[in-house]
């Protein structure tokens, strides 16, 4: 009976230290949970990714910053003239910049990121001052600089009656008319050289024009030019040596329609005076009226034609016809072909080396009657209109200046109400860069007025010269006639 007893007291007594050894066991193996070392290293990462973001950004405003700090805000022209457009402007294209805006510029898509850092400036500084460079450096305009530039440069070619002394009217047979008056441009790609650091066919084009105001002023002119087809490639050689254009029809003399037309001639490729010739012929075949040809050329035939045969044929069919060439920065196997024609088309050669003997050589080739020349001073009341054309220009260039302040003004305003609206800045400092915004834009008025004024006055005292020049000419030869009367 003991013995039943004790032996269920032992097994109880097993199995009670069996349980709690295995629980032990279950303790000690159970392993340390995977989410707290995985929430560990992320964490780390993430801090770190950040930190280094924060540097970079951090590093790219330092660099700014220090532009800011040493950045130069405008007090007179020239440093108006020097100032470079804003970080987020520079990019704005100069008609845009330049043009009448109603109402506020405002800003553009950087407006998000202009906010952004302007509220890192107002966090480092509330100097106005700064604040106001900061202001120059993100949203000033780009467009001083070439506005100003452009009303510095702008000048007007104004009318002026050629005024022959008389010397040079001496020996000059003026009992023929020259009549009709045909202009030969070349527009051969040679034109395309300098010389004198100048464009041959911009020059050339000077001296077409000075033709005009002068022959034209009692006869009726025509513009035709050649070698403006095609290019100086041998595939355009047929383009260019056949197209002939007539782009001033024969008629009276109209400045701006002429100068329209001689504005529009671009040199490209061959030379083909032959066909030029004989085009002129052809255009003026069975008219009884005096016909003159004034060709501007700068080097021979390359087209293969007769030059040479065709000047002939022009002046055989009345003998008050003549084909006069003026060279201009000819070579010398050139200049003696040229001379040829001339001699051929009853004419004369004029040797042009340079751009003051092409500017003169109009004295050379034709001289008007002394009645045509004493009537010159008349011939400024034609031209009046000139000057409403300059003060119309100078306007529009002065107006540039003003409506790239008046822009910069509306941006300036624009980005210091974001300032105000998100307080990065107090009631005090927003008037302080209001009138720092103010006395900028004054600045560019002043500029504008000034440019505007000193122009017109130079402007004015060029025209007022030419009168003065053609009123004592006149006045010397009313002198002569009455003289010789």
């Not at 000075?210 to 035709?224: E, Q």
């Not at 037309?261 to 671009?266: G, I």
């Not at 050379?364 to 045509?372: D, G, R, Y």
């Given at each position: 009976m003991y013995k039943w007893i004790i032996g269920i007291l032992f097994l109880s007594l097993l199995g009670g230290c069996a349980n709690d050894v295995k629980k032990q066991a279950e303790i000690v193996?159970?392993?340390?949970?995977?989410?707290?070392?995985?929430?560990?290293?992320?964490?780390?990462?993430?801090?770190?990714?950040?930190?280094?973001?924060?540097?970079?950004?951090?590093?790219?405003?330092?660099?700014?910053?220090?532009?800011?700090?040493?950045?130069?805000?405008?007090?007179?022209?020239?440093?108006?003239?020097?100032?470079?457009?804003?970080?987020?402007?520079?990019?704005?294209?100069?008609?845009?910049?330049?043009?009448?805006?109603?109402?506020?510029?405002?800003?553009?898509?950087?407006?998000?990121?202009?906010?952004?850092?302007?509220?890192?400036?107002?966090?480092?500084?509330?100097?106005?001052d700064v604040i106001f460079q900061a202001l120059h450096y993100y949203v000033g305009s780009n467009a001083y600089h070439q506005a100003i530039q452009e009303l510095n440069e702008f000048t007007v070619n104004w009318y002026e009656p050629y005024l022959p002394e008389p010397e040079e009217m001496e020996g000059v047979d003026h009992s023929v008319d020259p009549g009709k008056a045909l202009i030969l441009l070349?527009?051969?790609?040679?034109?395309?050289?300098?010389?004198?650091?100048?464009?041959?066919?911009?020059?050339?084009?000077?001296?077409?024009?000075?033709?005009?105001?002068?022959?034209?002023?009692?006869?009726?002119?025509?513009?035709?030019?050649?070698?403006?087809?095609?290019?100086?490639?041998?595939?355009?050689?047929?383009?260019?040596c056949t197209t002939i254009d007539e782009v001033y029809?024969?008629?009276?003399?109209?400045?701006?329609?002429?100068?329209?037309?001689?504005?529009?001639?671009?040199?490209k490729g061959w030379t083909p005076i032959a066909n030029a010739i004989k085009t002129a012929r052809e255009k003026m075949a069975g008219t009884t009226e005096n016909v003159t040809l004034y060709i501007i050329s700068d080097g021979a035939e390359t087209c293969d034609g007769d030059p040479v045969a065709e000047a002939k044929a022009f002046a055989s069919e009345d003998g008050n016809r003549s084909v006069n060439i003026i060279g201009f920065d000819v070579d010398q196997a050139g200049e003696n072909s040229l001379k040829e024609v001339a001699a051929a088309g009853n004419g004369e050669y004029i040797s042009a080396k340079t751009i003051e003997d092409l500017n003169n050589s109009i004295?050379?080739?034709?001289?008007?009657?002394?009645?045509?020349?004493?009537s010159k001073s008349n011939s400024l009341l034609k031209h009046w209109g000139q000057s409403f054309d300059e003060m119309t220009a100078r306007a529009k260039l002065a107006d540039r200046i003003h409506y790239a302040g008046l822009n910069e003004k509306s941006r300036f305003f624009s980005a210091l109400n974001i300032m105000r609206g998100q307080k990065m800045i107090t009631s005090e400092q927003y008037e302080q860069l209001k009138e720092?915004?103010?006395?900028?834009?004054?600045?560019?008025?002043?500029?504008?007025?000034?440019?505007?004024?000193?122009?017109?006055?130079?402007?004015?005292?060029?025209?007022?010269?030419?009168?003065?020049?053609v009123n004592k000419w006149s006045e010397r030869m009313n002198k002569l006639r009455d003289a010789n009367s």
């Open positions: 193996e159970e392993p340390t949970p995977v989410k707290d070392v995985v929430k560990e290293e992320p964490e780390k990462e993430i801090l770190e990714e950040d930190s280094k973001e924060k540097t970079n950004v951090d590093h790219t405003f330092d660099s700014e910053w220090a532009d800011i700090e040493n950045l130069l805000i405008p007090t007179t022209e020239e440093e108006l003239m020097a100032q470079a457009g804003g970080f987020f402007t520079n990019d704005i294209p100069y008609t845009e910049e330049t043009k009448q805006v109603w109402g506020q510029f405002g800003l553009g898509n950087y407006e998000d990121e202009l906010t952004e850092k302007l509220a890192q400036v107002t966090g480092i500084t509330e100097d106005p070349d527009a051969s790609s040679s034109m395309l050289l300098n010389v004198e650091g100048k464009q041959k066919m911009a020059v050339a084009k000077t001296a077409a024009n000075r033709f005009a105001t002068t022959i034209g002023t009692n006869h009726d002119i025509s513009l035709i030019v050649y070698g403006h087809a095609g290019t100086q490639n041998d595939e355009d050689k047929q383009l260019s029809p024969l008629q009276t003399y109209e400045s701006t329609k002429f100068a329209e037309a001689v504005d529009s001639v671009e040199a004295k050379k080739t034709w001289v008007p009657s002394f009645l045509e020349v004493a720092r915004i103010e006395k900028k834009n004054k600045l560019t008025l002043h500029v504008k007025k000034e440019l505007d004024t000193k122009k017109r006055e130079e402007n004015e005292a060029e025209r007022q010269q030419i009168i003065e020049r």
